[in-house]
């Protein structure tokens, strides 16, 4: 089944501990992409990876890495968790014209850090 | 720049009645535009999406919608509502540059929360 998995599905964690949200895709796709969800704010982009070893900054990077080593996986890194990154985050991919096909998100991961 | 604004971030409708979602896009250039349904607990599901060919396009579930360029809108409908449309709903603009290509960036709109009684 063609999807983009996530992991893991909750994360709850304390303040500077470093974490990473892993996102893997199965199709091929050369875009793949992060974005928070809050309320009222919708889904801001935190950054893209157009294919391997090439990402670019969205909305909202602070506090964020991302890496594109292989193709299929682009994970998510929180060096030191602050507060304020809680949110509920996705992942998603897409064939090289992102735009014109739209994304396929994976199923969230929510992260609390207190 | 590119930017989304959806007009209400609730909408009430009772079964079998019309459902419209308003959505305004900002855009320098011929965008692309989505509508995504994002049910509770789950993750995004593309509705439908506008990519410059015909402007009244039409997704699943029964939703449509229509491409305005002299209003810069892309509006949600569905004729009759249906319990299982409960969800929030997003708009999504994204751009293709002058070869007709496309960036990886995709901007939503703050949703829209759509309510279905009885």
Redesign the interface.
């Given at each position: 089944e063609a999807q983009?998995t996530q992991n893991p599905r909750y994360l709850i964690t304390v303040t500077g501990k470093k974490l990473t949200v892993t996102c893997s895709q199965n199709m091929n796709h050369e875009?793949m992409?992060w974005?928070r969800q809050d309320p009222?704010?919708?889904?801001?982009?935190i950054y893209?990876?157009?294919n391997v070893e090439v990402t670019?900054k969205?909305?909202v990077p602070e506090g964020y890495k991302v890496s594109r080593k292989e193709k299929r996986n682009f994970p998510l890194i929180l060096e030191s968790p602050s507060p304020n990154q809680t949110s509920l985050y996705?992942c998603?991919s897409?064939l090289?014209?992102?735009?014109?096909?739209?994304?396929?998100?994976?199923?969230?991961t929510r992260l609390t850090v207190v | 720049a590119q930017s989304v604004t959806?007009l209400g971030?609730h909408v009430s409708v009772s079964e079998g009645a019309l459902v419209l979602l308003r959505c305004n896009y900002s855009s320098s250039v011929p965008p692309?535009l989505?509508w995504?349904v994002q049910y509770p607990n789950?993750?995004?599901?593309?509705l439908l999406?506008y990519?410059s060919a015909a402007t009244l396009v039409k997704g699943i579930n029964g939703f449509e919608a229509e491409f305005k360029k002299s209003e810069t809108s892309f509006h949600l409908t569905k004729p009759s509502a249906h319990m299982s449309d409960a969800a929030e709903y997003?708009c999504?603009v994204?751009?293709?540059n002058a070869g007709g290509?496309?960036?990886?960036?995709?901007?939503?709109?703050?949703?829209t929360i759509l309510t279905v009684h009885p």
């Open positions: 983009v875009y992409s974005y009222g704010l919708g889904l801001r982009q893209y990876s157009m670019d969205g909305d996705f998603a897409s090289r014209t992102a735009g014109s096909q739209g994304y396929t998100f994976g199923s969230g | 959806q971030s692309y989505f995504y789950q993750g995004l599901q593309l999406k990519t997003f999504a994204s751009r293709a290509t496309s960036y990886g960036k995709l901007t939503f709109g703050q949703g």
